[in-house]
């Protein structure tokens, strides 16, 4: 399994004129929407295109519903890249209203992400709008070229759900990890992790990486809070103080797991449109998931 895009200086088409509009959004909190008439901005951001055209007003994507483990009647969602959600175990009594730590922020987190991927972002993938959510032992696992997993610090495998991950990455595949805090979750995914990759060690990622310059280029570990933290003005939680963004390479040096270590990104895609969430940690959330959906699929 191998995913790469070609032309991928195409996908770069974009770029002066998406750094121009970056440069002007404000960091501070959003204010709620001015009354009358309103030019209506593609973006939920404002700005100049490709994130807007005018109006400082921030709006929801509209995206398909979402299909939700294998619906029946569901058609199956197509595109060059399809943001995939991977449920896994979880120990009994955490869990959310779909049923684990893996569900956390979904479905909105995936909804906004994929349409801010399609629309937002101005690149040339083909991005389906509709999400999908994937076991890590079925087989449509090695269809798809990148699996998220929200709240790792709770993630448990067994020996034959990481021999699959190993084999997934062997293959081609990316792995994404986010929202998970302080050292006891830390602790967990490098255990985890070591389950998956025996032999190899999550390092910290300088900022010189090419990940984050592979469409836009990011500066600096930006720590994206929940929406409650943000309103409280806090960025941290359990412990987790400073934001870091680490990685696994494989033997060949190739990068294959991506970590948003004391940071919580999906929060930040889910209420994108919320007047009480800062526009800078959205900012910063989506431009951090942007570079490593383009990396994942170009290398």
Known sequence: MRFEISNLRRLRAGLPLLLVALALFPVRAQMPPETGPQVQSGSPFGGLPPFGTVSPRRRAPRAQEPTQMGRAGAS??????????????????????????????????????????????????????????????????????????????????????????????????????????????????????????????????????PIFHSYLDITEAVQVPNIYNAMRGVTSEKGGVTPYYMGIEDKRGRLVAFFSRNSDLGDAWEWINDPRYPVKYGLAAYKVGINVVVYAMSH
């Open 76 to 209: 199956e969602p197509t595109g060059e890249f399809i943001f995939t959600r991977t449920i896994y175990r979880s120990p009994s009594g955490y869990g959310r209203r779909w049923g684990g730590s893996w569900a956390t922020d979904f479905p909105e987190a995936d909804d906004h992400f994929s349409v801010g991927l399609r629309e937002w972002a101005g690149t040339n993938l083909n991005v389906s709008q509709r999400p999908v959510q994937v076991e890590i032992m079925d087989e449509k696992l090695f269809d798809y070229p990148l699996i998220y997993f929200v709240e790792p610090g709770y993630l448990e495998l067994n020996e034959e759900e990481a021999a699959r991950l190993r084999e997934y990455v062997a293959r081609g595949g990316f792995m994404f990890f986010d929202d998970f805090w302080g050292t006891a979750e830390w602790d967990n995914v490098v255990e985890q992790m070591k389950k998956v990759f025996p032999d190899l060690e999550p390092k910290e990622l300088p900022l010189t990486h």
